[in-house]
């Protein structure tokens, strides 16, 4: 019986494996994340008969740090051979186009580093910067040449946009094929949904899971707790957890008792945007923390007179958690690394 749950099992992995070889066939294998559809086992359920066995920690433990910068370099290294080789076999290079709008300075900041990043690696950028007061009209003409333009292989618009601008309507306008930052409901829902694979995910969630595995900790089964729920971090991780098998719960603001909740997880990923929201108390002794929040907290003892600080309050985490992310220099070279990997598969799907 168990013999041919096994095989049953096998040959829907390996069904799952030709459909992934055929639909992404052309897609870089730079990533240690496998296709989501390969995550797709069959539901089978089994009661355990078995106690679990003893949880012990010792009272204080050893956390590692994980080193996204490192991490985020050496995806880098591959991008760059691999627009190498692109660039012998077809004579192209992916290229990228942003879309900024107003002059908020994080976004100039964001915006620059993601050209920067294009240059080092080898992809081409291109940059249209549209004044505050801008119209919808001014920037769908913007999007809609990008869209056309084939020397573009994704465009991104970045967010957020000033208040008189309808951020969905100009969302959509982005074509599916060259949505980046995957944040389309189609991506979206392909993401949520078992035997779909998206064509782009989101391009912080798709990091942070990079560093999980990089890092050598086991996603499926374990209960995983993410902190916020915005559509462009907190909604696609927990949907990106779910795929990979972890038991994810949500909190949100309007969420009772968070710390209890948090308390529970084997993975935190915090992305609620609240400097030092989740204290030392609040982790399970042994929890891995991803930290997402990047927020600026005045010091005048910095350059610019302030410094980044996440949602995890990293003193008190030291000690508890078995490993964590540091902000900076965790979960932001690796959104970034994410960008540049989904612009190189959006152009070697239609280059091969
Ligand atoms: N490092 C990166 O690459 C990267 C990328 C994107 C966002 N970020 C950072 O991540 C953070 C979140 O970004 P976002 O765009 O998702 O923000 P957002 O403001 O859109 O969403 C915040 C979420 O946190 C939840 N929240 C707010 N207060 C809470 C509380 N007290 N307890 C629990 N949940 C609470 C909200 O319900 C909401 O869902 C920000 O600090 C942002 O700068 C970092």
């Known amino acids: 019986m168990l013999f041919i749950a096994r095989k049953a099992l096998a040959s829907v992995h390996s069904k799952a494996s030709r459909l992934t070889a055929r639909e992404v066939h052309c897609l870089s294998s730079i990533l240690l994340s496998p296709p989501l559809v390969s995550l797709d086992f069959p539901e089978n359920w089994t009661p355990h008969s078995d106690p679990p066995p003893p949880v ?179 909604l696609p991780m927990s949907l990106l957890l779910q795929r990979h098998d972890a038991t994810v719960s949500t909190v949100h603001a309007f969420s009772k008792d968070p710390e209890h909740i948090t308390r529970e997880a084997d993975i935190v990923v915090a992305a609620a945007g609240i400097p030092n929201l989740v204290r030392g108390s609040w982790l399970k002794p042994g929890a891995v923390v991803i930290d997402v929040g990047t927020c600026p907290v005045e010091d005048s003892s910095c350059e610019h007179g302030y410094r980044l600080v996440g949602d995890v309050c990293y003193e008190e985490a030291l000690g508890v958690a078995s490993a964590i992310t540091p902000v900076p220099g965790g979960v932001g070279p690796m959104t970034i690394a994410m960008l540049l990997c989904n612009t190189l598969d959006a152009a070697k799907r239609i280059s091969f």
Do not use: W
Not at 72 to 98: H, Q, S
Not at 187 to 207: D, I, Q, Y
Not at 214 to 233: H, L
């Open 56 to 234: 012990s920690f010792e009272s204080v433990q050893k956390t590692l740090v994980i080193d996204g910068k490192v991490i985020a370099e050496e995806i880098r290294t591959k991008i760059v051979n691999e627009v190498c080789k692109m660039k012998k076999a077809v004579g192209k290079v992916p290229g990228l186009a942003v879309v900024l709008v107003g002059q908020q300075r994080d976004s100039q900041t964001y915006v620059r580093n993601k050209i920067i990043a294009c240059e080092e690696t080898g992809i081409k950028s291109v940059l249209a910067e549209l004044p505050e007061d801008c119209t919808e009209e001014q920037i769908i003409r913007v999007l809609t040449k990008f869209n056309e333009d084939t020397s573009i292989h994704g465009v991104l618009v970045q967010l957020p946009l000033p208040q008189h601008l309808d951020e969905v309507k100009i969302l959509n306008m982005v074509r599916l094929e060259k949505d980046v930052d995957g944040f389309h409901p189609l991506h979206m829902g392909n993401l949520a949904m078992r035997g779909r694979e998206p064509l782009f995910v989101s391009c912080t969630p798709k990091g942070c899971v990079e560093l999980l595995i990089r890092s050598g900790v086991e996603i499926a089964g374990k209960n995983a707790v993410v902190i916020g729920r915005s559509n462009i971090v907190g």
